[in-house]
């Protein structure tokens, strides 16, 4: 018998090993995490038969025009619910290029104007011609996608910052095109070739094309708000059943692979410059299809229906829910479109329904904190926390300024006339300076904007307990923030601003967006 003593029990290694998949070895630990109702929720979500979730939703949305009446309120909706279906068509075009194969294209937009002029050149008074849909759309979809892999062609070997320098020029070059079109001459010898004007007028300039045709195919013209919802609504189902199924071809798996190590790709001989190329023409195909539902929606080509605004605007949408989703390129659209770019527009049924975005912004706020934090207990801690906070301030300020809440503070009735209650509540828990609803308030507006980027900033760096005692006052100073102006501006710039906001509280709590999935990492 050996006297060497039994060697004792090594402890199980607290984190991955190296060489063990990360995503992998805390499969148990996500497991956990979903337990409970949620878990039992999503465990009978993901045994339902994808393509029977799918259909379902289709149904829901074809019902929406279906349910609607012939009043001015229900064809807005059914209006809105158009422009987001066309964005959820560009969300799915550049979720091609950005969310398969990780290309950073900012000439994405030009693909979506070059499909709507070229409808509008098409299909109107313009040149005559007035082509039927569907001659023009074909024509246009294959133009747009040669387009897109042409001008990807001398970019093929850039990555990163510098196919995204070069990309923003196409889109920058074309609108400048279409701004200055009304200049074009063919060649300078437009006299010489007896044309009526030295200066041919082939984009229409800074008005654009106008008095563009219906969408008309053998004797049906769409005429209504409702036809052109269906002719969207059909146009995203087909493009997200066809990418669906790329995504799951071989063609779909290469993209991936490039998107995660292009080094690596080409390295196992997989055809990256081809991959770019084609994912470019695929992406700018989608864009130009949706351009000409807009041209024929709108009944014009506009240039500033193309700018880089617009595509600002497509981007947060595949981010918000998250690159490489395609069920998150159209929840993206929907919401952005929906609750961001309607639901802040003045005097509109939506608006009037949020109470001029109200409750968009504080229900977003309580979304993220409910998501991002746990366990219930802290939640609740903070959200009792920013309650009592806002009272305390509120009372402070009541009781320390020579007006009192008559003079200083503005409780007024009818300060929240369309408010409701949760006007009613706001009031009284924010400390707002007299008349800020009449004319605004710049300099505590000013004040509480720097103070507000201060406190983000510094919640960037903080952890644990200190991070939440410090959420408590930046919650307050964004309703501050918020209603001591920007809900008086609640177009324009401010629903940019917002967005952006929303972006970045994403991207800290999770940053693969609402439907996209972790990137997985070898430790």
Known sequence: MSDVPPAEPQPEPSGPQIGVDEWVARSAERAETHGGLVGRARGVYERVPKPAVFLFVVALAALIPVLASQSDNDIYFVRVGTVALVFALLALGLNVAVGFAGLLDLGYIAYYGVGAYGYAMLSSDKFGLHWQA??????????????????????????????????????????????QGYRVSFLGLNKDLGFDRANWDLTGGPNGIANVDRFTAFGFTASSERAYFYVTLTAVVVVFAGLSLVNRSRTG?????????????????????????????????????????????????????????????????????GAGSLVGAVVGAVVVEVLMLEGLRPQTPISDWTFNGRWVVYGGILLVLVVAIRPWRRLAAILGGVVAFGVVVHAIVAATTTKGTDGLLNTAPETFEEGGWLGWLIRHWLALPADTYAQGTKVPFNIALAGLIALVLCLTLLRGWKRDVLLVPTIWLAGFVWETRLVLEASGPTRLLLLGALLIVLMTARPQGLFGKPRVEIV
């Open 134 to 179: 569907w001659q023009s759309i074909v024509v246009v979809v294959v133009v747009s996608a040669l387009l897109g892999f042409a001008l990807a062609l001398p970019s093929r070997r850039l990555v990163g910052d510098y196919l995204a320098i070069v990309t923003l020029f196409f889109g920058q070059i074309f609108y400048v095109i279409v701004t």
């Open 253 to 321: 798996r290469a993209w991936r692979a490039l998107r995660d190590d292009h080094l690596a790709a080409q390295a196992m001989s997989v055809p990256i410059n081809w991959l770019k190329l084609m994912a470019v023409g695929v992406g700018a195909a989608v864009a130009a299809l949706a351009g000409t539902i807009n041209s024929a929606l709108l009944q014009g080509a506009f240039p500033d229906d193309y700018n880089t605004q617009v595509l600002i605007i497509i981007y947060a949408m595949v981010i918000l829910g």
